[in-house]
């Protein structure tokens, strides 16, 4: 985490990068080729919503494992929108799937965790939009006619969602918006003041979480035509991207590397892939609420990818998964402790 930080915790939100070794003055490449956005499912909003006016696109098919938020944030566009029933831990990447194939289709394919992507063998006509939020750098691989993504996710920025199109095609613009700016000012403040707890100069956590959590509750709203807020862009613009996408990666190599628990459990280790992250499937719900609760009280916060699941195999789904965050933030020291805290819990399981 670096040799400034006293008080030490791991996931959750990002602290402000002051850090010069994560600062670059080269363009980054979220900066060519793309227009950006408030938020990821603004930049789909916006996309969907050209779609629909100058290429008469009337169906959107979502995968039924996926983030409902973003299912309900576009619901009010004149567009049918279909479900498809894909769970990225129990089927395969070449299920078919009962899809209109035709230039007024769109589906959504989720690059899940970094780990699985469906492959769409079949599809000619319909329209591919890629959901890169959990994999940024298949940007430059993407072969789908659009791309889209959170960056907020994987980067220590208050706000920013991303739209491209490998084929070239035009792309949508947001529009400047005052309250995006502001909220995303508010939760810069956030980010500072828990910066500022790390360092060990406040012991005030209460006060960065409640911003945190009124500034994501702000941050969608009515904005679904912004685009990313100055202040937002601004450190985006200086961000070394692939370096701090390279420590992530650098980092869950080392876990998977001293990870002493059951393989079956560790999905990152059962795929080609290293992914977003260290991704857990528990045996029940009790499992991981009990793992859960031991890492927290270790001040470790894991998350759960995606709570509000609808079908009954997704929920079940949804029970038993933890993801844990093991990014830039983390040094090995960082590493090793996570990882010896999980080795200890499974090894007196």
Request: proline content about 3%; some cysteine.
């Amino acid at each position: 985490m670096g040799g400034s930080i006293t008080n030490k915790e791991f996931g959750s939100d990002f602290h402000l990068c002051t850090e010069s070794k994560w600062q670059t003055n080269n363009q980054n490449f979220f900066l060519k080729n793309t227009t950006l956005f408030l938020s990821g499912r603004t930049a789909l909003y916006a996309l969907l919503k050209q779609g629909i006016k100058k290429h008469n696109w009337k169906t959107v098919y979502f995968p039924s494992y996926y983030c409902q938020e973003v299912v309900k944030f576009i619901q009010d566009l004149t567009i049918d929108v279909k479900i498809y029933d894909f769970n990225p831990f129990l089927d395969t990447i070449d299920k078919d799937f009962k899809i209109n194939d035709n230039p007024t289709s769109v589906i959504i394919n989720v690059d899940f965790f970094g780990l699985k992507h469906h492959l769409f063998l079949s599809i000619k006509k319909a329209v591919l939009i890629d959901d890169l939020t959990h994999n940024l750098e298949a940007i430059k691989t993407s072969t789908a006619d659009y791309v889209f993504g959170s960056l907020r996710k994987e980067l220590p920025i208050p706000s920013g969602g991303f739209l491209a199109s490998s084929n070239g095609f035009k792309l949508p613009k947001g529009k400047q918006s005052r309250l995006a700016n502001s909220i995303a000012i508010k939760k810069l403040t956030a980010m500072y003041l828990k910066k500022r707890y790390l360092e060990g100069l406040s012991n005030d956590k209460d006060t960065y979480r409640e911003i945190f959590i009124e500034s994501e509750e702000n941050l969608e709203g009515k904005l679904k035509s912004a685009k990313i807020p100055k202040t937002a862009k601004v450190l985006l613009q200086n961000l070394d991207i692939t370096q701090i996408l390279k420590a992530k990666k650098e980092n869950i190599n080392q876990a998977l590397s001293n990870l002493k628990i059951d393989k079956d459990l560790v999905l990152n280790s059962q795929k080609t892939r290293l992914g977003a992250g260290l991704v857990l499937q528990l045996k029940s719900k009790k499992n991981r609420d009990e793992l859960k609760s031991y890492l927290i009280s270790n001040k470790i916060y894991p998350a759960v990818l995606w709570p509000g699941q609808l079908t009954k195999r997704d929920i079940e789904i949804e029970d038993k998964v933890l993801f844990l965050h093991l990014d830039y933030r983390y040094n090995t020291e960082d590493i090793n402790l996570i990882i010896n805290k999980l080795n200890f819990y499974f090894s007196n399981e």
